[in-house]
């Protein structure tokens, strides 16, 4: 892949791109294989992606001036670089972004300057569904300019068609953390459907959804396969967000007419996901149930312990509960991590299982970033 901005050196981010795409899979499933190297793993072939135009997310630093924004990242001297024209993102968002700045030139948004600590904009947030459908969210310093945004936007869907919802979030302090606690809904639409084949998952404007949309398609395929294997009569999805792993495993069993009394719950801290995943069950017609609370509470709510588990944590890996998850009794864990590290040390604290296979799946093309799916079957 050939970047301008990369070649110009205005942007590093995609830290692997002079590496040719095929020897990057080699390198990143070399690399998840040694981190895995103590068990005998059964390794399938690497989930590849397309080189470019394959973000569903832009997640662009405002910079600049008011009149004269930048939208994309910060350099050195922490001064705008703008980056809309950057080919990582799905098209709708490449047309979107130049039409976004436009927008916010005309409406007198002050961005906010981090070496003088004052204007609001800090970032725009961009998510877009296969549908072309586009949530947009603001993060402003205060709620001092959402009245020029609250005027504008008539003439911001016009500028940017595709827009379904709007809201803007609140970060007042001034710190390397992208969103604060207050979120603001400023349009009558609060979610974005996201169709992924028979699902249509429903996104909040915090909801989590992984970032490359066709490997995630794979992902849940896969990963919908490895729980049915055995023909389990629950499962428990745990950190299930809006319910993408459940939702994909119910509808599989249910479209091959196996597990037909498949229990299957999906556990989560938000409850605005689990309204989402409540949602997009009741529209997909699956037998999926959703409650709102900690994994670790399951067992005293009555549930009985699972066949499977599903898990997709954080970064920071799934930490207590794997201790839990040890002594839990469960037959299999599928396990889907973003950090590899975390991964190894996670099963490592589970020593009643072992990984059996696995996959790798490359979400973050030219990065040393990947998804890892594992399957843990007990001693």
Not at 82 to 96: I, N, Q, S, V
Not at 197 to 204: A, H, I, S
Not at 297 to 304: I, L, S, V
Not at 355 to 365: E, G, V, Y
Request: proline share 5%; hydrophobic share 40%; with cysteine.
């Amino acid at each position: 892949m050939q970047c301008a901005y990369f070649s110009a050196d205005r942007c590093r981010s995609c830290t692997h791109l002079q590496v040719p795409y095929e020897e990057q899979l080699r390198q990143k499933q070399r690399a998840a294989a040694s981190t895995l190297s103590q068990w005998s793993v059964d390794w399938l072939p690497a989930q590849a992606s397309e080189e470019a135009y394959f973000r569903n997310k832009a997640k662009m630093v405002v910079g600049g001036r008011q009149g004269r924004v930048t939208l994309g990242i910060l350099d050195r001297q922490q001064h705008g670089v703008d980056l809309t024209g950057c080919e990582l993102h799905e098209r709708p968002l490449l047309d979107a972004l130049p039409a976004l700045s436009r927008w916010i030139n005309d409406s007198g948004l002050t961005p906010y300057s981090v070496p003088g600590r004052q204007g609001e904009l800090k970032h725009v947030l961009l998510t877009v569904s296969p549908d072309a459908e586009i949530a947009l969210r603001f993060v402003m310093r205060s709620e001092a300019q959402l009245g020029r945004i609250r005027r504008g936007l008539d003439a911001l869907r016009a500028a940017v068609p595709g827009i379904r919802a709007v809201s803007a979030n609140l970060q007042p302090e001034h710190k390397a953390v992208l969103e604060g606690d207050v979120e603001i809904e400023l349009s009558d639409e609060h979610r974005l459907p996201m169709r992924l084949g028979p699902v249509t998952l429903q996104l909040g404007n915090r909801s989590f959804f992984q970032t490359n949309t066709p490997v995630t398609r794979a992902l849940y395929a896969r990963a919908s396969e490895w729980v049915l294997d055995g023909e389990p009569g629950s499962v428990w999805d745990l950190f299930c967000g809006v319910g993408g792993f459940a939702l994909h495993a119910a509808e599989r069993a249910r479209a091959r007419e196996v597990n037909v009394s498949l229990d299957i719950v999906g556990v989560e801290v938000s409850e605005d996901a689990i309204e989402g995943a409540q949602l997009a069950a009741a529209a997909a017609g699956v037998d999926a149930r959703f409650v709102a609370g900690d994994a670790t509470q399951m067992a005293a709510r009555g549930e009985a312990i699972p066949d499977v588990v599903i898990v997709n944590p954080p970064r920071r890996g799934i930490t207590s509960l794997a201790a839990w998850l040890n002594d839990s009794g469960a037959e299999r864990i599928i396990y889907s991590s973003c950090n590899p590290k975390t991964l190894q040390l996670d099963i490592e604290a589970m020593p009643r299982y072992r990984p059996a296979r696995a996959q790798l799946f490359d979400m973050f093309p030219h990065t040393a970033h990947s998804e890892v799916l594992v399957e843990l079957v007990r001693r």
